[in-house]
């Protein structure tokens, strides 16, 4: 029993500090707009959570709440607008979208200059790209990022490694794999297709859970001593009782794993930190160099 807590705060607090200094020596306050529509609550909670902690970091935000029913026109006009004003460095659209606006559209709409989720197809490329990724920093999905920057402030190596990521999707699961594979990992990616979860599972040295079900890991699918890296956040509510927080990994994994990240607390925050990064990246590029 005993898994070592990778806890997210001190790493991420690292991310903030180097995000903190970078923007200040910038001529202008990098500017980070984020748009979401529709009510979504967790939503809410995390654009809070990240116009918070970008004042602490000294950047400036901008929240465009739209309605439920905003048209993808409607909204591929706000971003033209938003990439024409030099005055904006970074755009991130919050996802989940209502269901009937297309994501790629919108991903494809944004500056790739101020592509600060890195979801444009020009930066997915970059980052799957090896010349690229050495020749110059990348503007990469923040969550990824997040967890590499967690798992080297912890000591974790990942080169060499065998590495397994639980989910495929364009904002973890793949951006996660070419983060590893960029870091000299060998990745495999799993998903609902593979056969065999648990056995595929239990080849991880560093097992990477971004499936979105809760506690879909259990110990019998870690190899012991193993490092566990939980993305997931479930949002439980009992009856009578506070909303709780918990991941797709079961807490009985804290007697098998080597090391885990805990829920909330773990990954959550340095997504938030690799954000204002992100940022200050974007706006250090558009401001010192001009270049895409
Ligand atoms: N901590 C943080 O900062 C963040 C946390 N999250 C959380 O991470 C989780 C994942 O998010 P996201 O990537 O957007 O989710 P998606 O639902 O978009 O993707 C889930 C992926 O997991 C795969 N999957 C689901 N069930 C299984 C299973 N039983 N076996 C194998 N693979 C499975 C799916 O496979 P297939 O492709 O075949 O359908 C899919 O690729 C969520 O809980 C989310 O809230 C997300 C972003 C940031
Ligand atoms: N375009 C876009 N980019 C994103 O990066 C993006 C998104 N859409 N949609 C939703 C997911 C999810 N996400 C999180 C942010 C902060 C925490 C976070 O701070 N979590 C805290 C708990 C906060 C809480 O929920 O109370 C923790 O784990 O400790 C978690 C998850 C970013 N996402």
Redesign the pocket.
Known sequence: MGARVLA?ASAAGALLTQASRRASSLSIRPHLVLIRAGTDP??L??IR??QRQAEITGLRTTVHALPESVTLPELLTLLATLNADSGVHGI?????LPPHLPVAPLHEAVDPRKDV?G?HPLNVGRLWSGTRAVDAPVLA???PLGVLALLRHHGIPVAGRRAVVVGRSD?VGRPMAAVLLGADATVTVVHRRSTDLAALTREADVLVVAAGQPWLITADMVRPGATVVDVG?H?ISGEGQPVR?TGDVHPEVAGVAGALTP???????L??AQ?MLNTVLAAERQVNWNVV
Do not use: E
Request: glycine share 16%.
């Open positions: 997210g967790a939503s909670s995390y959570g990240k991130l659209v919050q996802l989940p989720d979801f999905p923040c969550t904002i956040i949002r927080l829920v909330p607390g773990g990954v959550g925050p997504t938030v954000l």
